[in-house]
């Protein structure tokens, strides 16, 4: 069955980084699209960046310019590399992807960013 893993949240402090990794296993993953989103106490879940199969990528406004979502097919891996970070950017990250015409999510990692 398909699995999506997420690590490497954690607490940092404003102005930090942080890079998420997803992997993932039972899909041939280098045809899928991959998004990451994510969700804080009380709001809804939000897309935050996408990559496609071939590499096209997009970002929430709220994050151009400092996160960076990349992919290495070889590993089956999607990673989110997440810069000068903001206390507005602490939720729980998930990644998803569509496979089979169901919506798969891993289990969510926490990112808390402190001011």
């Known amino acids: 069955q398909v699995q999506l893993v997420e690590s490497g949240g954690g607490l940092v402090q404003a102005g930090g980084s942080l890079r998420l990794s997803c992997a993932a296993s039972?899909?041939?993953?280098?045809?899928?699209?991959i998004d990451w989103y994510r969700q804080a106490p009380g709001k809804q879940r939000e897309l935050v960046a996408a990559?496609?199969?071939?590499?096209?990528?997009k970002y929430a406004d709220s994050v151009k310019g400092r996160f960076t979502i990349s992919r290495d097919n070889a590993k089956n891996t999607v990673y989110l590399q997440m810069n000068s970070l903001k206390p507005e950017d602490t939720a729980v990250y998930y990644c998803?992807?569509?496979?089979?015409?169901?919506?798969?999510w891993g289990q969510g990692t926490q990112v808390t960013v402190s001011s």
């Open positions: 998803h992807l569509m496979a089979f015409r169901n919506d798969y």
């Open positions: 039972g899909i041939i993953f280098s045809i899928r699209d």
């Open positions: 990559i496609s199969s071939v590499g096209t990528t």
